[in-house]
T-cell receptor, first 116, second 112 residues
Framework: AQSVAQPEDQVNVAEGNPLTVKCTYS??????LFWYVQYPNRGLQFLLK??????LVKGSYGFEAEFNKSQTSFHLKKPSALVSDSALYFC??????????????FGKGTKLSVIP | DGGITQSPKYLFRKEGQNVTLSCEQN?????MYWYRQDPGQGLRLIYY???????QKGDIAEGYSVSREKKESFPLTVTSAQKNPTAFYLC???????????FGPGTRLTVL
């Protein structure tokens, strides 16, 4: 079984400060990891993914994430937060040991509020 | 949201009625998905389809049905058997199983 946890329901950060949104996962094989962002009453937008290779992944809007296999984590980061980054962020995982398995498991989401 | 459309944006239904939510994509993706989103619970998978004329149940398929007669279309029917249908429904598609999913704008269903 695969699972993902986002331990913080809400993260508050001042504009211009660095931000981190945490994610840990559990899979039996190797993980495929994704981050999505959702603005109110909208669908999810893809930010970045880790499939293999470099542990530091760069994505859209200046976001990046670091894959840490020993800690089973995939935290989302941005060096300088903008008010427009305020949204709901979802981490998702798929176990790549089941070839052809299309099911993606999402965390419950973390609400990011960037304070002017 | 580009490439995937969902309609309607808002839908109201009386108890005991079936209702069908539309999802269309022009991305030429093989795989399509339906999720339900409730506050504080993230996204839960209802059904998914890897190719035309084939689909599988997700984690919460009871009270829902789907069809996949065309590659571009994956409609979801919420039946009267679904005990708590009020939610935000999201459709998604992907090129393959290791690729990211692209989401539609969602349909908010309210049962009156």
């Amino acid at each position: 079984a695969q699972s993902v946890a986002q331990p913080e329901d809400q993260v508050n950060v001042a504009e211009g400060n660095p931000l981190t949104v945490k994610c840990t996962y559990s899979v039996s094989g190797n993980p495929y990891l994704f981050w999505y962002v959702q603005y109110p009453n909208r669908g999810l937008q893809f930010l970045l993914k880790y499939i293999t290779g470099d542990n530091l992944v760069k994505g859209s809007y200046g976001f990046e994430a670091e894959f840490n296999k020993s800690q089973t984590s995939f935290h989302l980061k941005k060096p300088s937060a903008l008010v427009s980054d305020s949204a709901l962020y979802f981490c998702a995982v798929r176990d790549n040991s089941g070839a052809g398995s299309y099911q993606l498991t999402f965390g419950k989401g973390t609400k990011l509020s960037v304070i002017p | 949201d580009g490439g995937i459309t969902q309609s309607p944006k808002y839908l109201f239904r009386k108890e005991g009625q079936n209702v069908t939510l539309s999802c269309e994509q022009n991305l030429n993706h093989d795989a399509m998905y339906w999720y339900r989103q409730d506050p504080g619970q993230g996204l839960r998978l209802i059904y998914y389809s890897q190719i035309v004329n084939d689909f599988q149940k997700g984690d919460i398929a009871e009270g829902y049905s789907v069809s996949r007669e065309k590659k571009e279309s994956f409609p979801l029917t919420v039946t009267s058997a679904q005990k708590n249908p009020t939610a935000f429904y999201l459709c998604a598609s992907s090129r393959g199983w290791s690729n990211e999913q692209f989401f539609g704008p969602g349909t908010r269903l309210t049962v009156l």
